[in-house]
Each structure stands twice: as structure tokens, then as C-alpha cells.
């Protein structure tokens, strides 16, 4: 039977069209009867002779200079070591980043964890951006220093700061844009550049690589390869997915990498199952650039209808003409066509005298919508075609100490909406309900404290703004 034509055929398709079609030809599936790829489900794999079992083993990530990842016949041996459904979600997932390689993990965290095992050993340093989701600001702060790993933080946004922090020892800058949950932006051309500066003069054992987490604007919104950063790591559990029903992690990169992160990731066994890359090949990637245009679109109305809201101190979304860093948002977040793409996530902050009136706020709001509201959730995760709604300070970031938060630009009052695929009015309907409801009073005004914040910061709790 003869193989399903690749899209290599002198028209240049789509990257939309080529998210559904993969690389269509693939010596990892036989695509000649299915239309779909089945969900290969099989812990191991039959050898035909000792000896291709022991060229699988031989060939088991020593790709080396030969890095023919789309072309090679793999040799599948056992599911920690490959199988089709991740190496097809993984050919993909190159292709939506613009990567050379990508390799996939049980999770996003998986993924991060990952990364820093390839690349950092004892004594070297990371530089880290002073945000961060709270779950890597865990593993920065409190696993990486029993493996003598140093981590330093730095305002990514401060150029100079960033340049003047980087070490003999710094191996690798990390940050995430936009910052979860902030949305503050880091202009990756810029810190791209400051790496190639300082690797002007290192030996290749000593270079620092970059590395972005990619989790809130999927490569739809933006390709942190194309502006020269070295890996990307993404949570496949979001945006990726899109529905919500599975969890995993990538990370994307350049080709000496690919064997590298196989090595590790059979070694440290954290794989993604193969029955959670199928729904993210089959339904999640196709799906990826039709769902982002209208949850953005709605991410917009929503934001819009925030900032006029008297009980909203402020939205933050790279869409909104008040957005403080617009013009970079121009330059970074575009769709494969070159359009705006500001992704679907919005952050604001309700009213309040003081940081534990608004901190008293936000809990109510959430409260209110965990409660009563139709189209919010109180849920964490995010990316999702259903919108969810969360209290970072308390939830998501809690790990981070509620000074740091404030320092980082995480406001006690502070709500992360991740805006899904509903009617964006209804949306609205539900947050001004919950407005109502929650008591917020109308842009108080008075530098009195309440009794909330000064009980909270009698506890040591939080910071006085
Ligand atoms: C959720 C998330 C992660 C972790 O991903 P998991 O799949 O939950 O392990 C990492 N980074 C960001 C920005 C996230 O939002």
C-alpha cells in the first residue's frame, strides 16, 4: 500500500494545516490505512533477533552527529525508552516550536526537572527571573541547593541586573514569558543576546544556555527558538491540551540536546504514558490554533470589560492598550501568520484601601464564583476551553513567601482568569455578579487600614505596599 504523501512537496503549507497533518509520512507510524494514529498501548515491544535487540540498545539515544530523528526507522524496545505515540507528539511538537528536537515528560514540572538535569551539575549556578510559577520556584529554592546548585534571582526586566548577575558558574537563565501570573513580559531577543555575549568568551563546557517557559503562550502565541533561546519547556497539561483531561511535559531544543534528555529521561523514568500523548496529538495540537484565536478573542472582551469595571484597580493583558509593555508584546507574541497573539490569560486586581482589604477581596470574589458562578471555576490550571479562575497568592504561588510576592509584582488582590471557549458576555455576567456579591466597595478612598491587614501583618504575613 502506498504511504501518505508528506507535506514536503514544494508547496509551503500552513503551520496551522501542518498542526493536524503532522509530518504525515513517519517511519515511527504506518499512517498507510489509519486516518488517525491508534493509541499504541504496549509496555514492550517484539524483537525479532538478539541481534536488533541488541542494536536497540546500541542505537538507544546515539543519535550524536547523525541527527536523523525524522528519518530513522526507530528500534522500539520498551515504553521508558520510546514508543510511537510520544515519538509522534514529539516530531509535532518540533514542528509547532521550530525546534530541532523535542522530548516529552510525565509533566511540566517533569520537563523543568529534566532540563536542569541535563544541563547543571554541582557547583554550577542558575540565574532565574524573580517570578516564576510556584512549583519551579520550589524546586529553585529547595531542591536544587542539596545538589549544590546555586540559584540567583534577578528582575529579567532589569537588563543590566541580569547581565551584571551572571557568574563563571551560570550555566543557565531561566524565566517564563509572559510570567505566570503576572504577564509581566521578558524580551527574549534581549536576554538571547546577553547569553551570546558572555559565551563569546566560554569554552563549550561552560556555556550558559537559555531556557523559557513557554506554558502561557503555547508556540501559537509565540516561538522563543525563532528569537535564539536555546530550550523551551512547556506544560502539555495546558494550553497544549486544551480540554483539560491530561497531564505532561515538554522540552524543546537544539539537536545535541535530543540524546541527552532520552538518557535522562530513561534513566529517571519520569515518561510521559502514552494514553496521555494520544489525546494531546489527536484532539489538542489540531485543535490548538482555532481554540487560541476565539480564547483570545474572548480574553480580550473580558479584559476590556475588566478595566471598566470601578471594581477593578487593574488588568493586565498583553491585548489592552494600557498594557505597560505593550510594544514588546508586539514584537514577541505573534500567531504563525505574524499576528498579535496575546494569548488567554488575564491578571487583575480588585479594589482596596490596603494590600489585606484587596487580599480580603480577592479571597470573596473567588469565594463567591467557587460558589455560584455558571461559567468561572475556581480551579487551578489553565489553557483549558473552560474558564478557570484562581487566587495566585494563596494557591498556585503560595510557595512563594507573600514579601517576595508583593517584590515580584504578585499583588495580594490579585486574580489569575485563564478565559476559555464560552460566551466571553457570560463570562462578564459572572464576574460582575461576583463583584456584586463579594461586597466590593466602589474605589474606597482614605489610607485607613483594616482590621484584615493589620491582623495579617501582625502575623508577619504579608508586607505593607
Ligand atoms: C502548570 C505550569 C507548570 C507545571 O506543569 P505541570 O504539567 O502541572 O507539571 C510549569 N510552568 C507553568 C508556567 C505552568 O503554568
Redesign the pocket.
Known amino acids: 500500500m502506498k504511504k501518505k504523501p508528506s507535506p514536503k512537496n514544494g508547496h509551503r503549507y500552513a503551520q496551522e494545516t501542518k498542526l493536524i497533518w503532522g509530518e504525515a509520512y513517519t517511519p515511527k507510524w504506518d499512517y498507510s490505512h489509519h486516518v488517525i494514529p491508534p493509541i499504541s498501548s504496549s509496555s514492550t515491544f517484539r524483537l525479532d533477533s538478539s541481534q536488533r535487540g541488541a542494536r536497540g540498545f546500541v542505537e538507544f539515544a546515539h543519535h550524536g552527529e547523525d541527527f536523523r530523528v525524522h528519518t530513522k526507522e526507530p528500534i522500539y524496545i520498551y515504553d521508558r525508552l520510546g514508543e510511537p505515540n510520544k515519538d509522534l507528539l514529539e516530531e509535532n511538537l518540533a514542528m509547532a516550536e521550530g525546534s530541532e528536537c523535542a522530548v516529552t515528560f510525565a509533566?511540566?514540572?517533569?520537563a523543568?526537572s529534566a532540563l536542569c538535569g541535563i544541563l547543571l551539575g554541582s557547583g554550577s549556578e542558575i540565574v532565574a527571573h524573580r517570578t516564576l510559577?510556584g512549583?519551579?520556584y520550589s524546586l529553585f529554592k529547595n531542591w536544587m541547593p542539596r545538589y549544590r546548585v546555586k540559584v540567583t534571582w534577578v528582575d529579567f526586566t532589569d537588563l543590566k541586573a541580569l547581565a551584571n548577575a551572571v557568574s563563571p558558574q551560570t550555566r543557565l537563565l531561566y524565566f517564563?514569558t509572559p510570567v505566570?501570573p503576572t504577564l509581566e513580559l521578558i524580551d527574549l531577543n534581549a536576554v538571547a543576546e546577553i547569553a551570546r555575549s558572555h559565551n563569546r568568551h566560554r569554552k563549550h563546557e561552560n556555556m550558559i544556555h537559555t531556557a523559557v517557559?513557554n506554558?502561557?503562550a503555547t508556540p501559537f502565541c509565540q516561538r522563543p527558538i525563532e528569537a535564539g533561546i536555546d530550550f523551551v519547556?512547556e506544560?502539555?497539561?495546558?494550553g497544549l491540551c486544551g480540554f483539560g483531561t491530561d497531564?505532561?511535559?515538554v522540552v524543546a531544543g537544539p539537536s545535541w540536546s535530543y540524546d541527552r534528555l532520552l538518557m535522562y529521561r530513561k534513566d529517571f523514568g519520569g515518561i510521559l504514558s502514552p494514553k496521555a500523548a494520544w489525546p494531546i496529538l489527536v484532539y489538542g495540537l489540531p485543535s490548538l490554533a482555532v481554540r487560541f484565536r476565539q480564547q483570545m478573542q474572548n480574553a480580550q472582551v473580558v479584559a476590556e470589560a475588566l478595566e471598566r469595571d470601578d471594581r477593578v484597580r487593574s488588568v493586565r493583558f498583553p491585548g489592552l492598550d494600557t498594557f505597560p509593555q505593550r510594544s514588546l508584546a508586539h514584537v514577541q507574541m505573534h500567531d504563525y501568520d505574524g499576528r498579535f497573539a496575546p494569548g488567554t490569560m488575564v491578571y487583575f486586581t480588585v479594589v482596596g484601601d490596603s494590600a489585606g482589604e484587596r487580599h480580603a477581596n480577592a479571597k470573596a470574589v473567588v469565594d463567591f464564583i467557587a460558589e455560584h458562578s455558571y461559567t468561572l471555576t475556581l480551579a487551578v490550571?489553565?489553557g483549558s476551553i473552560r474558564t478557570l479562575i484562581e487566587h495566585p497568592g494563596s494557591m498556585?504561588h503560595s510557595s512563594i513567601p507573600p514579601e517576595r510576592q508583593l517584590e515580584g509584582g504578585m499583588d495580594p488582590g490579585g486574580i489569575r482568569l485563564s478565559v476559555g471557549l464560552e460566551n466571553p458576555d457570560d463570562i462578564i455576567h459572572d464576574l460582575r455578579e461576583a463583584f456584586e456579591h463579594a461586597r466590593i466597595s466602589k474605589l474606597k478612598r482614605g489610607n485607613g487600614q483594616s482590621r484584615t491587614h493589620r491582623k495579617a501583618v501582625r502575623r508577619g504575613r504579608l508586607a505593607l505596599s
Open positions: 509533566s511540566g514540572m517533569g523543568v510559577y512549583c519551579t517564563e505566570n517557559d506554558t502561557f519547556v506544560s502539555l497539561t495546558k497531564v505532561g511535559g490550571s489553565l498556585t
